[in-house]
């Protein structure tokens, strides 16, 4: 079945560091999107991409799209403690979405 | 931005009792909704695709006869997790779609159960 794999799992950063979570699909993706949930709280869209080596940027977060449409990534730049939560990618599939294991982010201050 | 709630936010309940979740757009019609499963520290499993006016499709592993769903309107979606046991406690959340199959998801808040 879908599979949507993401690491790393936890990091932890001083605040001011960069950070980087993947995700990788064992099979081609529609689209993906990406989402964030805080502790406690329900995930929250952050950006869609659809083409084939796509490029967003939102303020600090650049998100990028593979070539093979089977893997994308999400990078903060300058981490802040707002930033704090698991960020999830959710990759299309059959019009549904399958959500990635997640990676939870710590930022000290 | 779309409004999806969810209720109960929690619920305990005894073992051998069925426990109903509800999922309403607030603010637009969902033909399509997901629920979702999420245990502690862990990702959101597909549980299943709740479609309006016909019958909900499953993932592979869900007992459909566990998780009864039903899409009644274009704005509520209900889960029936019927004879509950402790094994069943989890966080269940449901989404919708409002638009285009490609559209973003709209999160309700959520409904941890416990069961005892």
Not at chain 2, 9 to 19: D, L, Q, R
Request: aromatic share 12%.
């Amino acid at each position: 079945g879908q599979q949507v794999m993401q690491i790393p799992q936890y990091q932890h950063v001083q605040e001011g560091e960069d950070f980087t979570t993947y995700c990788n699909s064992s099979t081609t993706l529609s689209n993906i999107q990406w989402y964030k949930q805080r502790p406690g709280g329900h995930p929250v869209f952050l950006i869609q991409l659809v083409k084939s080596g796509e490029v967003k940027k939102q303020k600090r977060l650049t998100f990028q799209f593979g070539e093979a449409k089977k893997n994308s990534s999400l990078h903060i730049t300058a981490t802040q403690t707002t930033d704090v939560g698991t960020y999830f990618c959710a990759g299309l599939n059959f019009n549904k979405f399958y959500f990635g294991s997640g990676t939870k982010l710590n930022v000290k201050p | 931005g779309a409004v999806v709630s969810q209720h109960p936010s929690w619920v305990i309940c005894k073992s051998g009792t069925s426990v109903k979740i509800e999922c309403r757009s607030l603010d637009f019609q969902a033909t399509t909704m997901f629920w979702y499963r999420q245990f502690p520290k862990q990702s959101l499993m597909l549980m299943a695709t709740s479609n309006e006016g016909s019958k909900a499709t499953y993932e592979q592993g869900v007992e459909k006869d566990k998780f009864l769903i039903n899409h009644a309107s274009l704005t509520l979606s209900t889960l029936t997790v019927t004879s509950a046991h402790p094994e069943d406690s989890s966080f269940y959340i449901c989404s919708a779609r409002s638009g285009t199959v490609t559209g973003e998801l709209f999160f309700g808040e959520g409904s941890r159960l416990t069961v005892l």
